[in-house]
């Protein structure tokens, strides 16, 4: 996702870009970064699909970035991991909403004032 931590308060919006040559970029290379729509559940297209690339670098890769993990990526069955992916989803998009709530409360209270 191009960030250093997952809250709320720092999770990208999904760009509504026409042109793809437009699409935020990893650091130091051309691959596009993922973005999910908040504004849609998991099982959305777009969303589903990035938690499918997820799935696959859990799978690939896993074991790289998180070593304590080593034991687990390859013996959880796909089933569990995509619910586990799905799950953390949601969480987070329970949270951007919220923010995005509280955010939307401020500002219509400031231009109140």
Known sequence: ???EDLK??????????????????????????IRFDWDEDAS???NWNNLI???AEIRLRGSKHAPEAS???LD??????LD???Q????LRMEVIKVRRQAQLQKNFSEAI
């Open 44 to 46: 959305d297209i777009i």
């Open 84 to 86: 586990c992916l799905k």
């Open 76 to 81: 959880i069955s796909q089933e569990d991991l």
């Open 8 to 33: 709320a308060s720092t999770l990208p919006e999904y760009p509504k870009y026409e042109n793809p040559e437009d699409w935020p970029t990893r650091k130091g290379s051309d691959r596009t970064v």
């Open 88 to 91: 953390e989803y949601d969480v």
């Open 1 to 3: 996702m191009g960030i």
């Open 53 to 55: 690339l997820i799935y």
């Open 71 to 73: 034991p687990y990526v």
